[in-house]
Nanobody
């Protein structure tokens, strides 16, 4: 079994910063891509940023230049540094890991962490 545990969400003023973390644990052989998604109230879940095991990154246009995704492969952890936050960044942020347990390749989701940007 694999678990993804997110942390770092909270309330921040516009223009502020937050760093989200997502740690994977359990029966993990290797992790391929790790991705952050978000879902605002009444909106569809959307990709925010992704990073491969080799460090290649991809960002949604709405966060380019403001958010930075990184990962620590030794700790099976992915981070999302969010700067210059805007009210429209308010959402539940979810971590996803595409990984192999050694038996099968499976996609796992975290429980989500709330980010609220408001004055």
């Amino acid at each position: 079994q694999v678990q993804l545990v997110e942390s770092g969400g909270g309330l921040v003023q516009p223009g502020g910063s937050l760093t989200l973390s997502c740690a994977a644990s359990g029966s993990i052989f290797s992790i391929y891509a790790m991705t952050w998604y978000r879902q605002g109230t009444g909106k569809q879940r959307e990709l925010v940023a992704a990073i491969t095991s080799g460090g290649a990154t991809n960002y949604a246009d709405s966060v380019k230049g403001r958010f930075t995704i990184s990962r620590d492969n030794a700790k099976n952890t992915v981070y999302l540094q969010m700067n210059s936050l805007k009210p429209e960044d308010t959402a539940v942020y979810y971590c996803n890991a595409d990984l192999s347990s050694g038996v099968a390749r499976v996609s796992y989701w975290g429980q989500g962490t709330q980010v609220t940007v408001s004055s």
